[in-house]
């Protein structure tokens, strides 16, 4: 079993920043692609993020140019840090290992966003 831990969630300004951390309890990272996801009140959940185990990084329109995602195998943690930042980013974020077809998957719990005027 492992565990993903999210960290860095907060209340900030449009036009602020906030890096999020998702720390695992096991390595890994160096096999299994990450994501994140986000989801606000009254809305499915979407992926925002996601990077390949190889580095490959992928984003929705809605946060390209803002949003970088990236990982340290060394630490078990993948970031997001997101630059500015808009109402519309205020949900909970979820950090997300992805297993494949063969492997589970795993969530962590999720860590607030909120901006705010």
């Known amino acids: 079993q492992v565990q993903l831990s999210e960290s860095g969630g907060g209340l900030v300004q449009p036009g602020g920043s906030l890096r999020l951390s998702c720390a695992a309890s096991?390595?890994?990272?160096?096999?299994?692609?990450a994501n994140w996801y986000r989801q606000a009140p009254g809305k499915q959940r979407e992926l925002v993020a996601g990077?390949?185990?190889?580095?490959?990084?992928n984003y929705a329109d809605s946060v390209k140019g803002r949003f970088t995602i990236s990982g340290d195998s060394a630490k078990n943690t993948v970031y997001l840090q997101m630059n500015s930042l808009k109402p519309e980013d205020t949900a909970v974020y979820f950090c997300?290992?992805?297993?494949?077809?063969?492997?589970?998957?795993?969530w962590g719990q999720g860590t607030q966003v909120t901006v705010f005027s």
């Open positions: 096991r390595s890994i990272f160096s096999i299994y692609d």
């Open positions: 990077i390949t185990a190889g580095g490959r990084a």
């Open positions: 997300h290992a992805a297993g494949g077809p063969l492997l589970p998957d795993y």
